[in-house]
């Protein structure tokens, strides 16, 4: 694979059809100031998506290949999701490497800066930015505390019933809104001055699952009520999606979300875009078309 031309920055972006893979590669081109690759494991699904950029294929299980889709890059944004795969962001360091890339934009998470966070998934967070640190590349960490986007989940009863059902509604999360974690992604792809930073990401203020329902549903215009479900209603619902590990994962986040560890606001997004953070009623009324609303003019 040859170097891409240009003068402009060539920046490998991967995780490009997920929530903040995607955004970053239309705010890179939006931008104007790169030349996009998105490395995937299906490029179809990436031309089927609309994503700008050129397609190519790379697993992070495979160490060559993966060398070779990043050959010619200047940058890369990584994300990763395997806590059972560390190996994925070792071949990710070493493969940047190889292929001479400077400078490594890893999506982590906020929980990785609180002691009383020792789930497997956490740890592993934590052990991939310890690897990026030693990696001798130049490096920026993106902390963000839950998306907004995960409200989503709850379309399909909101269309159907009005109802959201959630374990803990009181607990609040000061949740950010994936358009400005992709922001401030594009922000240190593009400036060196972002090297060796890290950016906690949060939302404007923490918001409980009850209260961000009630805002969803003056966006909808509609009055929508929130149920509460036990832990056991909650993990026989997480174990009809995901393995025991992550439902173990998502029981001890939803605990310490009840005990206020997820409350706190950071300015990581003013700090990263120059801008403060988008609330999550600008968030529902983007999204609202997906609950039932009507459709973003």
């Not at 990581?268 to 078309?289: K, L, Q, Y």
């Amino acid at each position: 694979m040859t170097r891409d031309t240009g003068a402009r920055p060539v920046v490998a972006v991967t995780g490009a059809t997920g929530t903040v893979g995607r955004l970053v590669a239309h705010g890179l081109v939006a931008d104007g100031g790169a030349e996009v690759r998105l490395l995937v494991r299906d490029p179809d699904k990436a031309v089927r998506a609309g994503l700008p950029g050129r397609a190519v294929a790379a697993d992070f299980g495979e160490a060559g290949p993966l060398r070779e889709a990043l050959r010619g890059a200047d940058a890369v944004f990584v994300v990763t999701g395997d806590p059972l795969r560390p190996d994925h962001d070792e071949n990710v360091l070493a493969a940047a490497r190889a292929a001479g890339v400077r400078r490594v934009v890893k999506l982590s998470a906020l929980a990785v800066l609180d002691a009383g966070a020792q789930d497997p998934l956490t740890r592993w967070q934590r052990d991939n930015e310890e690897r990026l640190r030693a990696s001798g590349l130049d490096w920026t960490l993106l902390r963000p505390r839950a998306f907004m986007s995960n409200a989503l989940g709850w379309a399909g009863s909101v269309r159907r019933e009005g109802v959201v059902r959630g374990l803990y509604g009181s607990g609040r999360n000061a949740c950010v809104d994936p358009r400005d974690v992709a922001d401030a992604a594009v922000r240190a792809l593009l400036d060196p001055a972002c090297a060796g930073r890290s950016y906690a990401l949060t939302g404007p203020e923490p918001l409980s699952p009850r209260e961000q329902t009630d805002l969803l549903g003056e966006v909808l215009g509609r009055r929508l009520e929130f149920v509460e479900l036990t832990e056991e209603q909650a993990v026989e619902r997480w174990r009809a999606r995901w393995p025991e590990h992550l439902v173990q994962v998502l029981l001890e986040g939803a605990r310490r979300q009840r005990d206020g560890a997820k409350a706190a606001v950071a300015d990581g997004v003013r700090e990263a875009t120059g801008r403060a953070p988008r609330g999550f009623a600008d968030w529902a009324r983007a999204h609202a078309e997906a609950f039932g609303g009507a459709p973003v003019s």
